[in-house]
């Protein structure tokens, strides 16, 4: 996959306020340092790239949770990252 158009982007290495949240906590949250490994280290990753400031991402946060919750209750090798 060819991401160098977000490589112009601003970059930002501090976990999102979403991330502390309960309803977040079978979301694994990546950055810049943590997103190769990441990404490498997993057969199946489904990635949402939320902003704060975004209608669509806060309109589309609450579904990404319940879909985490119901794979890490099956124990779904497919893992949600943000």
Same mark, same amino acid.
């Given at each position: 996959?060819?991401?160098?158009?977000?490589?112009?982007?601003?970059?930002?290495?501090?976990?999102?306020?979403?991330?502390?949240?309960?309803?977040?906590?079978?979301?694994?949250?990546?950055?810049?340092?943590?997103?190769?490994?990441?990404?490498?280290?997993?057969?199946?990753?489904?990635?949402?790239?939320?902003?704060?400031?975004?209608? *669509?991402? %806060?309109? +589309?946060?609450? &579904?990404? #949770?319940?879909? *985490?919750? %119901?794979? +890490?209750?099956? &124990?779904? #090798?497919?893992?949600?990252?943000?």
């Amino acid at each position: 996959m060819n991401m160098n158009y977000l490589s112009s982007a601003q970059t930002n290495s501090k976990k999102p306020e979403w991330s502390s949240f309960e309803s977040a906590k079978d979301i694994i949250f990546v950055d810049d340092s943590s997103f190769d490994d990441f990404v490498k280290s997993k057969n199946q990753v489904l990635l949402i790239l939320y902003k704060s400031h975004c209608g *669509a991402c %806060k309109a +589309a946060k609450p &579904n990404f #949770e319940e879909v *985490a919750a %119901k794979l +890490a209750a099956e &124990n779904h #090798e497919t893992k949600l990252a943000a």
